[in-house]
């Protein structure tokens, strides 16, 4: 059997070592420099050993996908109860159009954005679950006329959380509830800028 600290890591390890190395962040277990040295190994490790070191003294430790290698343990993407992940660690995510949205989302962001534009779905699930993460990265979602989105359950360290939209719902749109975590990034909520715009050229 090969070692399994030589066994090749996948962006999905990556990700799911930086997502622990934020939530450090938030819990006060490392600093601000601590978090940009340690995700700068993370995004250039290629196999469990190089993994290891930044999370050695984490509780924790490597991602189970990666722990669980030489084991035998397959690596299993966590989409739980059809909850559908978008992740990033520098780069952009962004979903406009007429595109497939599910009832539940889990949105993480290192140090990039994820953009969800639901103006111009045709069908939205009435209600919408959507757990977000992100260390200095940003998430916009930007909902159609009516929509309304609740995001009390959404925690931050320094991180910002906006919403234009009302908090509960009562007009014609998706109600999305919004829960999870703003460590050093920014969330926003907002509608359509088309719709605005159509108003006021009615």
């Known amino acids: 059997m090969s070692d399994p600290d030589s066994i ?15 939530d450090a962040l938030g819990e006060g277990r490392i600093t601000l420099v601590e978090l940009e040295e340690r995700l700068g190994v993370v995004y250039a490790a290629r196999t469990a050993a ?14 189970p996908s990666v722990a669980g290698a030489g ?39 290192s140090m990039g954005t994820i953009h969800l534009d639901l103006s111009e779905v045709r069908q939205l699930p009435p209600r919408i679950d959507i757990e977000v993460s992100t260390g200095m990265g940003e998430i916009v979602l930007v909902l159609p006329e009516g929509g309304s989105a609740d ?12 919403t234009k939209v009302p908090a509960t719902p009562g007009g014609s749109g998706p109600h999305l509830v919004v829960h999870g975590k703003v460590g050093m990034g920014s969330l ?15």
């Open 8 to 22: 090749r890591i996948s962006d999905a390890d990556r990700e799911a070592a930086a997502k622990r190395l934020h």
């Open 50 to 63: 190089e993994l290891r070191p930044p999370l050695a003294d984490l509780p924790g430790g490597l991602p």
């Open 71 to 109: 084991a035998g343990v397959p690596a299993r993407r966590t989409e739980e109860s059809g909850r559908v992940q978008l992740r990033t660690g520098a780069g952009t995510v962004k979903r406009t159009g007429d595109w497939q949205v599910p009832a539940a989302l889990q949105l993480t962001t």
């Open 151 to 162: 995001v009390d359950g959404v925690h931050g360290s320094w991180g910002e959380v906006k």
């Open 188 to 202: 926003t909520v907002r509608g359509s800028r088309r719709g605005w715009w159509k108003a006021v050229i009615g």
